[in-house]
C-alpha cells in the first residue's frame, strides 16, 4: 500500500493570496485617498496677509482700548469713552450701592437704546 499523503495546500494558498490581495488594495486605496483627500497647503502669501490683518485689529483694539484721553461718543446724549483704569475706579465707585448703581445703569441703557414705538396703524 501506498501510504503517501497528499497535500490539499492548493486552496489554503489560494484562500491565503486572496486575503493577502484584498488587504493589499485596501492598502493602496488607503494611500490613495490619504493624497487625494489632503488639502492643499495655505500659500505662504495668505498666511502673511493673515497675520498682518491680525496685527492690524489687535492695534486698532489697543488703540480704542488703552487710549489715556476721554473720547465723545455722542455728545448729544452724554456719552463718553473712558479709559479702563478710570472706568473700573468709576465702576468700583458706583457699585458701592448696587440698587443705585443698577438703575442708573439702566437709566443710561434707555438713554442709549430707547425702546421702539409700535408703528400706528390704520385701525388705532
Do not use: H
Not at 488587504?23 to 486605496?29: E, G, H
Amino acid at each position: 500500500m501506498n501510504s503517501e499523503k497528499k497535500c490539499n495546500c492548493g486552496p489554503i494558498f489560494a484562500y491565503s493570496c486572496a486575503v493577502v490581495g484584498a488587504f493589499f488594495i485596501i492598502a493602496v486605496l488607503v494611500w490613495i485617498m490619504r493624497d487625494y483627500t489632503r488639502p492643499s497647503p495655505l500659500a505662504e502669501d495668505r498666511a502673511t496677509e493673515r497675520r498682518k490683518a491680525l496685527a492690524d485689529v489687535q492695534q486698532a483694539d489697543a488703540d480704542v482700548l488703552y487710549t489715556p484721553t476721554y473720547l465723545w461718543l455722542d455728545q448729544s446724549k452724554g456719552i463718553v469713552r473712558l479709559p479702563i483704569k478710570d472706568a473700573k475706579a468709576l465702576a468700583l465707585r458706583l457699585w458701592q450701592d448696587p440698587e443705585a448703581a443698577r438703575k442708573n445703569l439702566n437709566d443710561r441703557e434707555q438713554k442709549l437704546n430707547p425702546p421702539v414705538q409700535a408703528p400706528k396703524t390704520q385701525f388705532d
